[in-house]
């Protein structure tokens, strides 16, 4: 069973960034993908971001691209999220998820850290 701890959140004024970083623990870890979501209040949650654990192919939502950046290191089991020109709608609990195979749904959702824009 993946244990996934998210870090790095916090509160940011408009146009500023944050980097997230996801550390992943368990016997053995290899997924097929990891994933950034994000849930405000009283909304869905919404994956913004997701990449392909053995060869680093990434996606994004159309709400963060070209601001947000998902990257991996796997020799360290971890994945970050570097999120530049922060907008308020970002405000939201960001979690981390694993993608276990091709055809499984993102979970295993670590217990998510506040990001927080606002002037």
């Known amino acids: 069973q993946v244990q996934l701890v998210e870090s790095g959140g916090g509160l940011v004024q408009p146009g500023g960034s944050l980097r997230l970083s996801c550390a992943a623990s368990?016997?053995?870890?290899?997924?097929?993908?990891m994933g950034w979501s994000r849930q405000a209040p009283g909304k869905d949650r919404e994956v913004v971001a997701s990449i392909v654990w053995s060869f680093g192919r990434t996606a994004y939502a159309d709400s963060v691209k070209g601001r947000f950046t998902i990257s991996r290191d796997t020799a360290k089991n971890t994945v970050y999220l570097q999120m530049n020109s922060l907008k308020v709608e970002d405000t939201a609990v960001y979690y981390c998820g694993a993608r276990p195979g091709v055809i499984d749904s993102f979970g295993s959702w670590g217990q998510g850290t506040q990001v927080t824009v606002s002037s």
């Open positions: 368990g016997r053995t870890f290899s997924p097929y993908a």
